[in-house]
């Protein structure tokens, strides 16, 4: 919840940096201090935590995932595939260019996100 509120104060990509290089299981009272170090209003993001929309956000991502059977982390959508584990660079990019192969296929003229 503390890192999607941090969106608000446009530090979602350091916060959730600075989360996941954590050791260790993480308490409100370490959530608030990796946040306090990199720059936000902690004040704040607690607010910022109540807002409704968080909490709807987070069901939504859990009823995605339950629909596309992902248990846990992490996981990959690539085309209508799920990979439920961490590929090797070699694999993983057996299936992306395998995956862009097939989007030629069904759109000649390239696709909307051909660019990524």
């Known amino acids: 919840m503390a890192a999607l509120a941090s969106r608000k104060q446009g530090k979602y990509e350091p916060f959730h940096h600075a989360l996941m290089a954590a050791r260790g299981r993480l308490s409100e009272f370490s959530i608030l201090t990796i ?9 704040q993001l607690k607010r910022d935590m109540d807002d409704p929309a968080i909490p ?19 996981a990959l959508v690539l085309g209508d595939e799920v990979i439920a ?10 299936l992306i260019a395998k995956e862009r192969e097939k ?8 696709s909307p996100t051909s660019a990524f």
């Open 56 to 74: 709807n956000a987070l069901e939504r991502n859990r009823a995605l995932a339950t629909k596309l059977y992902i248990t846990g982390t992490p």
């Open 103 to 110: 989007t030629k296929r069904y759109n000649p003229a390239g």
């Open 35 to 43: 946040a306090r170090q990199v720059g936000l209003d902690v004040e």
């Open 85 to 94: 584990k961490v590929p090797e660079i070699p694999t993983l990019k057996r």
